[in-house]
């Protein structure tokens, strides 16, 4: 019997798991991490294809918000809402623009008036002249649909961190950890900003961008904010508990910069734009996640089969959107059930 390991228990490695076991495939998971990952753990959890580098990568980012229906079609209890995205990142004639790009895809996007934004958002100080809704967009917890979907998919787990990968005439054979060694016929690299460093000694470079991310959390407030709010200086959204989640950087998905500045100044500048958002709201700090975003040197996902037979990468940003539709096609091609054009552009051979 192939005998799998999964390393990783992000929502990546999670979601591999799930998808294998559903074709009786038994799974181990190896993470350094406990399960619901590093990145996952500090994630907006956006779910969206309203923001692609390329039309490829819009494709995969739609069926990603389809892969989460499915999920939430076969399992219960997920931390998955589909609020819509009230846009205005952008105004003008460059709101305009995106509205024809994105409807000339086919995505649904509507155009409201400033009365209209007002109705949707009574609680907004700043009412813009116009913006967008984006209504199939959503929100998940990776971190806590990570561990539904490792629970879900009843894969053992070890709390381990590979070293090396070990390999005989050009086949994985198991990996290396500060265990001792661990036999595997298959191993699955969901390893995110870890992956470089384990790929390097079989030759491969995978050139990975130093991107970190900070995500505040307020106190729990009354209902303000019922859509993810994307203005130009600020996103934000407000989960069950009522707590206002934001990301620490303006156009989050996008941004570029290397590192986050000094801690209580960045966190502090975060709560005075939420306050200037939702006037009135007795908003304070309670909690902070930071991660490096894994972003591969081109920014977009890298899926498939590795420099060496049985060693298969799925290392990917935009993992919140991506993660379940990138283990529905990854595990049909694992599993010899063929491969996906929808990831073709993405495959681990492409030059950097
Ligand atoms: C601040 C921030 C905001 C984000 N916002 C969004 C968003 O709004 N929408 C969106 O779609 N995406 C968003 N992302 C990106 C998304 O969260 C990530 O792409 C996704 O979580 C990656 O998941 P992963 O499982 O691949 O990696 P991770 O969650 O990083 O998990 C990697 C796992 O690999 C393990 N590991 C690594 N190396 C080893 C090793 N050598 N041995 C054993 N285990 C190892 C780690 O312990 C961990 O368990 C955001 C990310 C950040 C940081």
Redesign the pocket.
């Known amino acids: 019997m192939t005998q799998t390991l999964i390393?990783?228990?992000?929502?990546?490695?999670?979601?591999l798991a799930y998808q294998l076991s559903r074709r009786g495939e038994p799974v181990t998971i190896?993470?350094?991490?406990?399960?619901?990952?590093?990145?996952?753990?500090?994630?907006?959890?956006?779910?969206?294809a309203s923001y692609f580098l390329n039309h490829p990568h819009y494709r995969l980012?739609y069926e990603?918000m389809a892969a989460h229906r499915r999920l939430t079609e076969a399992l219960t209890g997920l931390p998955t809402t589909w609020q819509g995205c009230l846009w205005y990142e952008a105004t003008g004639d460059a709101q305009a623009e995106t509205a024809s790009d994105l409807q000339a895809l086919g995505y649904q996007v509507e155009q409201l008036t400033r009365a209209q934004v007002k109705d949707r958002l009574p609680a907004l100080g700043p009412v813009p002249d116009s913006a967008l809704f984006f209504p199939e967009e959503g929100?998940s917890d990776?971190?806590t649909l990570?561990r539904a979907l490792i629970r879900a998919s009843g894969a053992k787990v070890i709390r381990?961190?590979?070293?090396d990968l070990t390999v005989e005439s050009g086949r994985v054979t198991g990996?290396l950890?500060d265990l001792g060694a661990m036999p595997a016929s298959r191993v699955i690299?969901?390893?995110?900003?870890?992956?470089p460093?384990?790929l390097a000694p079989l030759g491969y470079r995978l050139p990975m961008l130093k991107?970190?991310?900070?995500?505040i959390a307020t106190n729990p407030l009354p209902p303000v904010c019922p859509v993810i709010l994307a203005t130009p200086d600020q996103?934000v959204r407000q989960d069950a508990e009522g707590r206002l989640i934001a990301?620490?950087s303006a156009g989050?998905?996008s941004d570029s910069a290397e590192s986050l500045g000094s801690f209580p100044v960045v966190v502090n500048a975060t709560l005075q734009r939420l306050r200037t958002l939702f006037p009135g709201q007795h908003i304070h700090f309670a909690h902070q996640?930071?991660?490096?975003?894994?972003?591969p040197g081109d920014g977009l996902p890298v899926v498939g089969q590795g420099p060496v037979d049985g060693l298969w990468i799925?290392?990917?940003?935009?993992?919140?959107?991506?993660?379940p539709v990138v283990a529905e096609l990854l595990a049909a091609e694992i599993a010899g059930e063929g491969q996906s054009p929808l990831l073709a552009e993405f495959r681990p051979n492409r030059p950097f």
């Open positions: 390393i990783g228990a992000g929502i990546t490695g999670a979601a190896v993470s350094t991490h406990a399960e619901g990952g590093l990145a996952s753990a500090a994630s907006f959890g956006w779910l969206n980012r990603g929100v990776p971190a990570a381990a961190t590979v070293q990996v950890t690299l969901a390893t995110g900003t870890g992956t460093e384990l991107r970190p991310g900070l995500m996103e990301p620490a989050h998905q996640a930071m991660a490096l975003r894994p972003v799925a290392v990917m940003h935009s993992g919140a959107t991506l993660a």
